[in-house]
């Protein structure tokens, strides 16, 4: 049983190992479909894969992103590694721990040599698992998921706060209203609000703009994804970046709206509703919000999502630091 670390630039990931992921019940968005038919550019990383093999074939892969420090344009050097989703292991495969041991140790090798800080994330770790991480210098971390159910449109409105249906209602009808982005100037448009919202609010770096439009082209192509407007007064006021995983779920990756500027028509609550419902009618069963925080740290983005409802799990990091 050996490991192999693949980088992945551009082009194809190799046929075996997208084969593998794929139908695999541990993919998720970011480790299949971000990745499968192309990598999705990002604007600062690169995909690293760590893929084991034996004599069947291909029994685990972990899908990576190694992210660079930004010198103009170009790739400077490296800082963190960080993988979205659970190391993807031959379901048969009566060697679990002696395979995820293999990959760990692998993966620590390589973040000592190249970067500071290692991540696992979005993903409940299974019990017992946890221990095996320690062994190679990782240590859990409670961050917490809010996960919406989502049995139908009518059950999904129930579930919100009143002050939510509150909401949705007077910004409707104040002629608001949510739908696909349908060019790459509307989504050009998303953008800015986003920018503004990430260097001024945030105050965290956004990736380029040209991600957001290879994201625009390829989900047109893929049907993996969406950007959804929030539109008032012919203006766009805010919009989300839907994650679509047919079967599975939508993922709210990026969020933003114009909720000062525009206060009667709450963009930001309209984008969220906005996905929910896309949700409902492409009949998947369930909205992923993605992060509420570190349960022990206020958190206004927390306080926001929990009025659309859904329950909480603490899915947590595994966070390792370089020896």
Known sequence: M??????????EVP???SQFILPHPDSNWFTCYALIPGPLQAGNSVFILFVVSDE???AAVI?????????GTQLSDPFRLQINGAPMIRTSAPNRTRILSLMLSEIAAFSDQFVEITEFRNFPIPLGEVAVYEQFGFRFESHLNLIKPLPNLEEAWRSLSKCRRRQIRKATENGTYVRPAASMEEVRKFYDILEHLYTFRIQKKLPPFQAFADFYTRAGKNGDG?????VAGGEVIGGMVCLIEPGKSL???YICGLDHEWRHHYPSVMATWGGISLACNLGLPEFNFLGLGKPEIPYGVRDFKLRFGGRTENYGRLVRQKN
């Open 15 to 17: 046929e075996q190992v």
């Open 56 to 58: 069947r074939g291909v």
């Open 2 to 11: 050996r490991v192999n670390v693949v980088r992945i630039d551009a082009g």
């Open 251 to 253: 993922t709210e990756w």
């Open 226 to 230: 969406a950007i959804l407007l929030v």
């Open 63 to 71: 899908v990576a992103n190694l992210y660079y420090h930004l010198d």
